[in-house]
C-alpha cells in the first residue's frame, strides 16, 4: 500500500499565496505520477495539477500561470505553489499518487485524506 501525507493549506486572503506538500510512503515499486485534485463545494472533484515521472506537467487552465507543481528534494514528494489565489480556488485539495507496488501489479491510484484551502476575498 501508498500513503500520502499532506500538509499545507489553511486561510489566506486573495492574491495571497500557499504552498502544499505531499509526501508518499509505503511499498512503491514504480511512481508514475503525482498531482493534485480539488472539490470545491457542491462541485466534481477536478485536476488542478500533475507531474510524471518523466518530469511532464500538467494544469488546469484555470491556474495555469499562477499555481506550479513541482518535486520536492525527497524522493516522492510532490510540491504545489500557490500564487495569485482567488475565492474560486477555495476548495479541499487531495494528492493524488499513481503508483506500482510490485513489477508485476498494474499501477493504481492512491489519495491523501485533504487538506482545505480557504481564500477570502
Known amino acids: 500500500q501508498v500513503q500520502l501525507v499532506e500538509s499545507g493549506g489553511g486561510l489566506v486572503q486573495a492574491g495571497g499565496s500557499l504552498r502544499l506538500s505531499c509526501a508518499a510512503s509505503?511499498?512503491?515499486?514504480?511512481?508514475?505520477?503525482m498531482g493534485w485534485f480539488r472539490r470545491a463545494p457542491g462541485e466534481q472533484r477536478e485536476l488542478v495539477a500533475a507531474?510524471?515521472?518523466?518530469?511532464?506537467?500538467n494544469y488546469a487552465d484555470s491556474v495555469k500561470d499562477r499555481f506550479t507543481i513541482s518535486r520536492g528534494n525527497a524522493k516522492n514528494v510532490v510540491i504545489l505553489q500557490m500564487s495569485s489565489l482567488k475565492p474560486e480556488d477555495t476548495a479541499v485539495y487531495y494528492c493524488?499518487?499513481?503508483?506500482?507496488?510490485?513489477?508485476?501489479?498494474?499501477?493504481?491510484?492512491?489519495w491523501g485524506q485533504g487538506t482545505q484551502v480557504t481564500v477570502s476575498s
Open positions: 493524488n499518487a499513481v503508483a506500482k507496488t510490485s513489477p508485476w501489479r498494474a499501477e493504481s491510484d492512491y
Open positions: 507531474i510524471t515521472s518523466g518530469d511532464t506537467t
Open positions: 509505503g511499498s512503491i515499486f514504480r511512481m508514475n505520477a
